[in-house]
């Protein structure tokens, strides 16, 4: 009898990582802009933003604490700065305003908070 890995696949690693962390981000980020009373389309910029920095804050996370065994596996940073390229475009809609920037700098110290 085979044993079943306790280390997931990549696919299932980063699934857990959307479930875990990016959907509450997302879910947040686009009901605070609905409640400001934004567009559809900028809600769901929102949303995306939430889902792909949640996504960039857990890798970088798991990186410093070692917690995920599928570390060895991934470039986990470098999947970090990829999210955090697509949160950035997510931000178009905002861009001259004192949030775009106040969300552009978050996104850079999330990726600088490397141990």
């Known amino acids: 009898i085979r044993q079943r890995s306790l280390v997931p696949a990549d696919a299932d690693y980063l699934r857990i990582l959307e479930n ?10 686009q009901a605070g ?8 389309e900028i809600a769901e ?3 995306n933003f ?4 949640g996504m960039a804050y857990q890798l970088v996370d798991d990186f410093n604490d ?3 065994a599928v ?4 470039d986990m940073l470098g999947m970090a ?3 955090i390229e697509e949160a950035k475009k997510s931000l178009a809609f905002a861009e001259g305003k004192d949030s775009h920037q106040k969300l552009v700098s978050l996104c850079g110290y999330t990726l600088n908070r490397r141990e």
Do not use: V, Y
């Open 33 to 40: 802009a609905m409640l400001n009373g934004a567009s559809k």
């Open 20 to 29: 875990k962390t990016a959907l509450l981000m997302a879910m947040s980020c």
């Open 45 to 47: 910029a929102c949303r």
């Open 71 to 74: 570390s060895r596996s991934l």
């Open 50 to 53: 939430g889902l792909c920095f």
């Open 81 to 83: 700065e990829n999210f």
């Open 66 to 68: 070692q917690d995920a």
